[in-house]
């Protein structure tokens, strides 16, 4: 019992350091911010959700805060509750900026998130064309990375897109950049075959350029 009070306290004293800073991220106040991490704020103190400052300014899509901390040498790598971090979660929003940001400070592409995914796969599900664009031309990302349900990026982007100009987009771009037009889930269903079960015929015309034969 002492035990238990004695991690409650330590977690409540933490939280009331912390405060200050997600309070003016919430404000997207930058010079507070700044004034914060001057005063010596802990860069790298977590919410109740596993956040750490730089996180939550990328959930507010806010480059300049994002920035600020980088600059400052917060931990770019630090994964919340759920798996994500700035690099993983601008990606799977469509926040070029910070995905320029964090790419830039040294993000490590091999992370994945909860479902096993890099952050090329969920940029390539919602059809967010220069996030995928600035990951395969910018960045060493395994364009094959196959996550835990079994899917490519090029899967992703066909099972979960619409067939819409920006999923055409993206799959012209992972097939560009070496994506395996043979690499099938796991039931081995191949891209082609889920391209023409949906009907999408633009994209399954590239899959057979490409040299998909099934």
Known sequence: MIEFYAIHDQEVRSAMTITPMFQAIQRRDAAAV???IGQGADMNAVDERGRTPMLAATHANNPAIVKLLIDAGADLHKQDHK???PFLYAGAEGYLEIVRLT???GANTRITNRYGGVAL???SEHGYVDVVRE?????DINVNHVNNLGWTALLEAIILGTGSPEHIEVV???LEHGADVHLADHDDVTPLTHARRRRY???ANLLIQ?????
């Not at 490409?210 to 099934?214: F, R, T």
């Open 201 to 203: 015929h633009d994209i």
């Open 121 to 123: 796969i969920p940029a």
């Open 135 to 139: 990951l395969l031309t910018n960045s």
């Open 172 to 174: 012209r771009l992972l």
């Open 83 to 85: 798996l994500d971090n």
């Open 210 to 214: 490409a040299g998909a034969l099934y």
């Open 34 to 36: 700044q004034a914060l």
């Open 103 to 105: 790419l830039a400070a």
